[in-house]
């Protein structure tokens, strides 16, 4: 029988590819952003959000600061990416969502499962004069030519199989268009989590668009059902999954953050599906993705976390950068 053995969950933001010395210049986007949301999920502005920034902002964004919690994060990164090599697993399940990289909105999955033999990863095209921003979101991709990473193709159409029998109404992908390569949700796993290749299946989750986004209670079934797919796999196998996004964003959210990690701590599933939909919007949206995690591996203890609320402006905006393992 295959089992889920491992279980994690990773921030992807482009802060986690740059250097500290650059993260104060997310002010450039941040500032211009139309879809900023406070901290209750209401649509603000960037000079609205400077009225309301947490007591002690200054403090958080010196240098300093910054450059200590960089180090803390990449550690943790090198972290997961360790549990997943010594897990010597069969499979990886990663759960994220597409932010118009291949899915757009003249057809926007709510749920898709990927079932090809292989996907692609592809150099980000290139530009003249590559700035700050370009260097970061680089770090999602091939350097210099396509690579194509194994997927599990039989477990994949395994889950499909039986996540329609549990009525979950999927779409599927057996690849992807010329030219084009997977997301940055997956490109993040490949390129900054996985040190030795190991088979995944994609799990897009939308998060992000309305109207069709998986509610949190649909998300934390979701991952209840692909562990009850799992397990019901005839293959001895070791399988992983894996949380690709997140935490709150644009505006720190650290009661948000710090409470969803306490729920997985708890196991407390009521309290995860009840979560107030407000705010799992514009980024904090991807928080989705963790909640399918943690459906997922409810026999399983959560580890170590680590977070870090990732100021990088006067006005609190940032990512709450956050690190789970399951095991």
Known sequence: MARIVLGMATSHTPMLNAPPTDWPRFYERDSARTNLLDTEGRLTSYEQQLKHAPPGIDGEITPERMARRHDAVQGAIGRLGGYLREAKLDALIVCGDDQEELYHHDNMPGILVYYGETIRNVPLAAVANPNWGWRASARWHEEKVPRDYPVDARLAHHLIDELIDREFDLAASAGLPDGEGEGHAIGFVHRRIMQEAVPI????????????????????????AIRDAIESYPDDARVGIIASGGLSHFVVDEELDRGLIDMLRNKDAAAIENLPRAKLNSGSSEIRNWIAVAGAVEHLSLEWSLYEPGYRTPAGTGTGLGFAFWS
């Open 201 to 224: 299946v994609p799990v897009s989750i939308n998060t992000y668009y309305p109207p069709n986004q998986p509610t949190p209670r649909r998300c934390y079934r979701l991952g209840r």
